[in-house]
Structure formats: structure tokens, C-alpha cells
């Protein structure tokens, strides 16, 4: 298992930036895709960007262009830069394993709030 400790939320108005933080414990994480998920209130959580262990990347439309994803398999981190922030991406970030499966526990997540 992945056992994530997501960090670098904040308070930010619209149009400012922030860059969370995911450190992975396991060796999983190395031969695993990953991804950052978000849950914002009252919505199901959604995945908004993955990274292969190669270093393709993927993201949402609602995020594309504005998003940036990338890893450290040396160190077991991954990033999320967040540019261009909107009011529509205050949510709870949580990162993961691509595909998750019921045994692949969540971290407690960083809180994004957005401020218009």
C-alpha cells in the first residue's frame, strides 16, 4: 500500500497558484501510476490529474492547462502546481494510486480554498 501525506493547501484568491506536496511511503509508489484526486463540498471526488511512472501525464479538462503534475520516484513524492486557481477548485486534494482499489487507504488530504 501507498500510505500518502498530502500537504501545501491553502487560502489563495482566483488567479493565484499553489503547489501541494504527496509523500509516498512504500516501495509501491515506484511502479505504481499516481494521481491527485479532489473532493469539493457536497461533490463525489474526482480524479484531476495522473502521472504513469514514466512520466506521462494526464489531467481533467476542467484543470488542463492549468495544472502541472509531476513525481520524484527517487523520493517518493509527487507535486500538483495549481496555477489560474478558480473559486470551482476549492476542494480537499488527496493523492493516490491509479487505479485505486478499496484496500489503498486515504491520506487525511490538504484543504485548497479559493477565494474570488
Known amino acids: 500500500q501507498v500510505q500518502p501525506v498530502e500537504s501545501g493547501g491553502g487560502l489563495v484568491q482566483a488567479g493565484g497558484s499553489l503547489r501541494l506536496s504527496c509523500a509516498a511511503s512504500?516501495?509501491?509508489?515506484?511502479?505504481?501510476?499516481m494521481g491527485w484526486y479532489r473532493q469539493a463540498p457536497g461533490r463525489q471526488r474526482e480524479l484531476v490529474a495522473t502521472i504513469s511512472t514514466g512520466g506521462t501525464t494526464n489531467c481533467a479538462d476542467s484543470v488542463k492547462g492549468r495544472f502541472t503534475i509531476s513525481r520524484d520516484n527517487a523520493k517518493n513524492t509527487m507535486f500538483l502546481q495549481m496555477t489560474s486557481l478558480k473559486p470551482e477548485d476549492t476542494a480537499v486534494y488527496y493523492c493516490?494510486?491509479?487505479?485505486?482499489?478499496?484496500?489503498?487507504?486515504w491520506g487525511q488530504g490538504t484543504l485548497v480554498t479559493v477565494s474570488s
Open positions: 493516490n494510486v491509479v487505479p485505486r482499489g478499496p484496500w489503498d487507504a
Open positions: 512504500g516501495s509501491i509508489f515506484r511502479i505504481r501510476t
